[in-house]
């Protein structure tokens, strides 16, 4: 099955997330060109989760990877930088499930899930720009949303900086979401953004801001 099913707690959490990510961004930086001012997609660090939210409303989760080296956007780190990125560029609209990239082309090559031995890049690229201070190299680090044919990694951070996906969840993605989406990457969890009666405490909760 693609995707995850959505949790009321965390439908209700990344509303008020969405909401309090925007209003806290501090970058001025935005694509120009075909703005995907619909689609915004939450991906938790702490949770290995992303959360797809169309029109301020949660339609999808997907597990994923981040870095195993941690956050950051220092050049050469292999960390998954944090904050508000967009994504730039969409690569591989009709590769099959599996194709193997490199350098952004196709190898010709097909793999399957959990291919032992063999983690290229496969399926689907995501190329993401930063839209802060503390993640403006985002592009130049070539950091994507991609596949990965390590899916039995998937949940834990295993990446060397990207945000990896299964093939068949980055390809329900890619169909999803259009150039200049915003994405939001987070250290804290999703889930964990409620009051105890249920409601969410966006405003109050650090993480949504600096501590994203």
């Known amino acids: ?9 965390l439908l209700h959490s990344s509303i008020a997330l969405v909401s309090a990510l925007l209003l806290n961004s501090c970058g001025s930086g935005s694509l120009g060109y075909g703005k995907d001012t619909r689609n915004k997609i939450i991906v938790s660090v702490s949770d290995q989760r992303m959360v797809l939210v169309r029109d301020g409303t949660p339609i999808k989760t997907y597990k994923v990877s981040t870095s195993k080296f941690g956050v950051g956007d220092r050049p050469n780190s292999n960390r998954t930088p944090l904050g508000h990125l967009q994504v730039a560029k969409k690569i591989g609209d009709r590769a099959p499930a599996g194709a193997v990239f490199k350098s952004r082309r196709l190898t010709g090559e097909v793999l399957a899930p959990n291919s032992p031995g063999r983690d290229p890049i496969v399926t689907r690229i995501l190329w993401l720009t930063g839209s802060e201070d503390r993640n403006q190299n985002t592009f130049r680090r070539t950091i994507y949303i991609h596949g990965t ?10 990446s ?18 259009g150039t200049g989406a915003d994405v939001f990457v987070i250290r804290g969890s999703i889930q964990s953004r409620r009051t105890t009666s249920g409601g969410t405490t966006a405003g109050k909760n650090r993480g949504f801001s600096g501590n994203s």
Request: with cysteine; glycine share 10%; aromatic share 6%.
């Open 1 to 9: 099955m693609t995707g995850l099913s959505l949790p009321r707690i």
């Open 149 to 158: 044919p390590e899916e039995n990694r998937l949940g834990t951070p295993a």
């Open 160 to 177: 060397y900086g990207c945000i990896r996906m299964g093939s068949r969840d980055v390809v329900d993605l890619y169909n999803r979401i």
